[in-house]
């Protein structure tokens, strides 16, 4: 296993836990990427069970040659920042991640920023993904973003975020300044029974992709 900067390209994200045959027909109709999730603190084993990634589940998908990235559950819609712990959600992902996953060091995590209380402030919003992402990049990780609705950030108050190194917006186009956005989420669709996101991969306005984990025989794919 390594970490690389991502090959642009289509993929695929979604907490549904799927089959080999589902993720082997995605890699056959060119999908070379996908994004699956960590849990949050306090998830149930059942939750995670049917919600987040699993040990087998990361190692069939980079043994199939995917790129893989990590994005953290997002609260239910109307979530107030001020009352949640940011570092103990960052531990909880990398606890996640490292023990259970054995992913590598120095790839991004993402954090699902989106359906914040209405009435949250620009500096309640960006206390919260910085103390997220000083975590993430403490355990050697890299910190990303996922843009999502009703967060009270201007295309410059993304930009601005500090430690934050990849975005990732979601169908409404969400603009970051200097940067821009490397992914780009597209339409839901059911595929074969299983609910997921397609998403569009591309360089950033910096020329770059987010660190991803990778099997070090797919390189080049």
């Known amino acids: 296993m390594i970490v690389r900067p991502a090959t642009p390209g289509k993929g695929f994200d979604t907490s549904t836990r799927v089959t080999l045959d589902w993720l082997q027909d995605r890699r056959d109709e060119g999908y070379t990427w996908c994004a699956d999730y960590l849990p949050l603190p306090g998830f149930s084993p059942a939750q995670i069970r049917e919600s987040c990634i699993s040990a ?3 190692a069939a998908r980079l043994a199939m040659g995917y790129e893989v990235s990590l994005i953290q559950h997002p609260r239910y819609p109307g979530w107030d920042p001020t009352q949640h712990d940011p570092a103990a959600d960052a531990k909880a992902a990398l606890d996640y991640a490292t023990n259970i996953l054995g ?3 120095g790839m991004h995590f993402y954090n699902d920023a989106e359906g914040v209380k209405l009435g949250t402030t620009s500096q ?4 919260s993904l910085e103390m997220w992402a000083t975590v ?11 843009c999502g609705f009703q967060v009270p950030l201007t295309p410059l108050q993304w930009w601005l975020l500090h430690g934050v190194s990849s975005y990732w917006t979601d169908p409404a186009h969400h603009h970051v300044e200097e940067r821009g956005c490397a992914i780009v989420q597209g339409r839901t669709r059911v595929l074969d029974g299983v609910e997921n996101d397609e998403d569009l991969l591309t360089r950033d306005l910096k020329g770059e992709t ?6 070090d025989v797919s390189a080049g794919v």
Do not use: G, H
Request: glycine share 0%.
């Open 103 to 105: 992913a590598p060091l």
């Open 56 to 58: 087998a589940d990361f």
């Open 124 to 127: 309640q919003m960006r206390t």
């Open 136 to 146: 993430i990049r403490e355990a050697s990780q890299k910190a990303a973003v996922y």
């Open 210 to 215: 987010p660190m991803v984990a990778a099997s």
